[in-house]
């Protein structure tokens, strides 16, 4: 029943590992996003897909690589993870003509 | 890029209508305002969206003035559980270019 859903719910890793974050959506939604929450509770978008397509970019490290097998997933890829990229990752889904996005639970990633 | 300005904080007691207000001074004429709740540990719900004028659903209203440079998030008779942070979002629809930029949100205690 779960309209966006993520996996892990919680992340705790060591700095210079490789980990993945899986996200999914049945709400037959063509775009799908990334964000980064940080401590201070800031939202910031990361990347987004238009059926499987990146659409949107931020300023992001080249560690962080999305990947979307198909427009109901979006997988978070995150290369030799260091300490400043413990946050709470939120993935969203929307459609592709309406900016009205839905989000996951999030992902709390630890990096020690 | 239409940037955003809310309140930090606000204080309600339960039953009080609360107003949340917005501004977003460089708002596009392809722009809707969205607003979103999040609860601690979770991740943003979509509470209410318009374009002008006002709107209202069984959760909120929405007050839109005529230049669409603020707007107003109205939760009336809040009680306990109305505590949440809540964001104003302004943009068109998802494609490239589009600003998805949250802001620091407004933080509502609602006291008994």
């Known amino acids: 029943d779960t309209a966006v859903s993520q996996t892990p719910k919680y992340l705790v890793t060591q700095m210079g590992n490789d980990k993945s974050i899986k996200c999914e959506q049945n709400l037959g939604h063509d775009t799908m996003y990334w964000y980064k929450q940080d401590s201070k509770k800031f939202l910031k978008i990361m990347f987004s897909?238009?059926?499987?397509?990146?659409?949107i970019n931020e300023t992001v490290p080249n560690r962080f690589s999305p990947k979307s097998p198909d427009k109901a997933h979006l997988n978070l890829h995150i290369n030799s993870l260091e300490l400043g990229d413990s946050a709470v990752y939120f993935c969203a889904s929307s459609r592709k003509d309406r900016l009205v996005q839905y989000f996951g639970p999030g992902t709390r990633l630890t990096v020690t | 890029l239409a940037k955003t300005t809310q309140p930090i904080s606000m204080d309600s007691y339960e039953g009080q209508e609360v107003n949340i207000t917005c501004s977003h001074n460089n708002i596009a004429t392809n722009d809707y305002i969205t607003w979103y709740q999040q609860f601690p540990s979770q991740g943003p719900r979509f509470i209410i969206q318009?374009?002008?004028t006002k709107v209202t659903n069984e959760v909120a209203s929405l007050f839109i003035p005529a230049d669409r440079k603020s707007s107003t998030l109205s939760l009336p008779r809040v009680s306990l559980s109305d505590t949440a942070v809540y964001y104003c979002?302004?943009?068109?629809?998802?494609?490239?270019?589009?600003?998805?930029?949250f802001g620091k949100g407004t933080t509502l205690s609602v006291s008994s």
């Open positions: 897909y238009n059926n499987k397509e990146l659409i």
């Open positions: 979002l302004v943009g068109d629809k998802p494609q490239a270019g589009t600003a998805l930029i």
């Open positions: 318009g374009y002008k």
